[in-house]
């Protein structure tokens, strides 16, 4: 089996590790009360955010249809999918630590690694991934109202189930990616990419082709997105490390 990487994919994940990077760097001069913005309703800042995880999850559905194009095992999954959700255990306990009243729960870490496993289970749906992320979309929309009209239990807002995203009253945490409406975004990188793939011809094919010489320019940025999970898991210790030395200099 060949594992090679196709280097498009990489450097988008690896812009969006950047934004991300400034934009927690802005969030936790905010929290130091150096910078005034409000993350939680202000426009600028929510809409970022929306935008660099829409990007993540491309990219993950992107990621989960070359791997099953090259015929990576279940074994070399769920390796994988075990790093994901240690990952997102270590987000929980390190967040409530920070913020004990609004730990995460069910943030990006945890919301991927339930979609990573619903998107492997369904890559043989080609097509259809278009129209069912378009229902999960829809959904979004569509459960405030059902909730409303008592159609759907009132216990979907609960914290043991409102990870599904069928919620009309969001929970307080500092990250919150349910089922609904983000699951879509994963389909839709899956469908994306398998159709890339095939006007591309094979996946080892393009993987090698892609990835045998990068531009020169776009190499850190290729570089990041291939170590994304460990960056993730190390910037904001040291971007909080970093201020509060600064703030002690």
């Known amino acids: 089996m060949r594992t090679d990487r196709l280097d498009a994919v990489d450097a988008l994940r690896g812009a969006a590790m950047v934004w991300m990077t400034v934009f927690h760097f802005c969030f936790d001069l905010s929290n130091a009360g150096l910078l005034q913005a409000n993350f939680y309703r202000d426009p600028v800042w929510t809409w970022q955010r929306t935008c660099i995880l829409s990007l993540f999850l491309l990219c993950a559905g992107a990621g989960q249809a070359i791997a099953v194009a090259q015929g990576q095992s279940w074994q070399r999954f769920w390796r994988r999918w075990a790093q994901v959700a240690g990952c997102a255990l270590l987000v929980t306990l390190g967040s409530a630590l920070m913020f004990p009243k609004s730990f995460i729960y069910f943030g990006v870490l945890h919301g991927m690694a339930v979609m990573l496993l619903i998107v492997r289970l369904s890559a043989g749906c080609g097509r259809w991934l278009w129209p ?118």
Do not use: C
């Open 132 to 249: 069912m992320g378009a229902a999960v979309l829809a959904l979004k929309f569509l459960a405030p109202w059902a909730l409303g009209e008592a159609w759907l239990p009132a216990t979907l807002n609960d914290k043991t189930l409102n990870w599904i995203g069928l919620i009309s009253i969001k929970p307080m945490t500092e990250d919150f990616v349910p089922l609904v409406p983000w699951l879509a975004l994963v389909w839709w990188g899956m469908a994306l990419a398998q159709w890339w793939l095939r006007r591309r011809g094979s996946a080892v094919q393009s993987a090698a082709s892609e990835a045998s010489k990068p531009a020169l320019a776009l190499l850190p940025v290729v570089f990041l997105g291939r170590w994304s999970l460990s960056y993730y898991m190390v910037h904001q210790p040291l971007l909080l490390a970093g201020l509060w030395m600064w703030q002690r200099a």
